[in-house]
Nanobody, 115 residues
Framework: QVQLVESGGGLVQPGGSLRLSCAAT???????MKWYRREPGKEREVVAV????????????FAKGRFTISRDNARDNAKNTISLQMNSLNPDDTAVYYC?????WGQGTQVTVSS
C-alpha cells in the first residue's frame, strides 16, 4: 500500500522560513516527485519538481530563488523522501501543500504566513 506522509507545516511570520518533508512508502523504485499547493479559493498548482535521483529540479516562477526542493537517495529506505525548504515567505504563500508521486497524494500540510 502506497502512503505519503507530509510534515513541517505551520504558522510563520512574513519573511520567515519553513521546511516541509514528505515520505512516500510502499513503492518499488525511485520516481520523480512534486510539491503542489492550493491557496484558498484557487486551483492546485505545481510548486516544484525533482527528478528520480535528484539531478533535475524545476520551480514555479513564484518559488524560484526562495524555495528549494531536495531529496536524499543515499538511504535506501528513504529513497522517495523529499523536502521543500521555503524562505522569505509572504502571505501569498499561505496554502495547503501537497506531496505527489505518480498518481498518489499526501494528505496535505497547512502553511500559514501571517503576522
Amino acid at each position: 500500500q502506497v502512503q505519503l506522509v507530509e510534515s513541517g507545516g505551520g504558522l510563520v511570520q512574513p519573511g520567515g522560513s519553513l521546511r516541509l518533508s514528505c515520505a512516500a512508502t510502499g513503492l518499488y523504485g525511485t520516481y520523480n516527485m512534486k510539491w503542489y499547493r492550493r491557496e484558498p479559493g484557487k486551483e492546485r498548482e505545481v510548486v516544484a519538481v525533482i527528478s528520480d535521483f535528484g539531478g533535475k529540479t524545476n520551480y514555479a516562477d513564484f518559488a524560484k530563488g526562495r524555495f528549494t526542493i531536495s531529496r536524499d537517495n543515499a538511504r535506501d529506505n528513504a529513497k522517495n523522501t523529499i523536502s521543500l525548504q521555503m524562505n522569505s515567505l509572504n502571505p501569498d504563500d499561505t496554502a495547503v501543500y501537497y506531496c505527489n508521486i505518480l498518481d498518489y497524494w499526501g494528505q496535505g500540510t497547512q502553511v500559514t504566513v501571517s503576522s
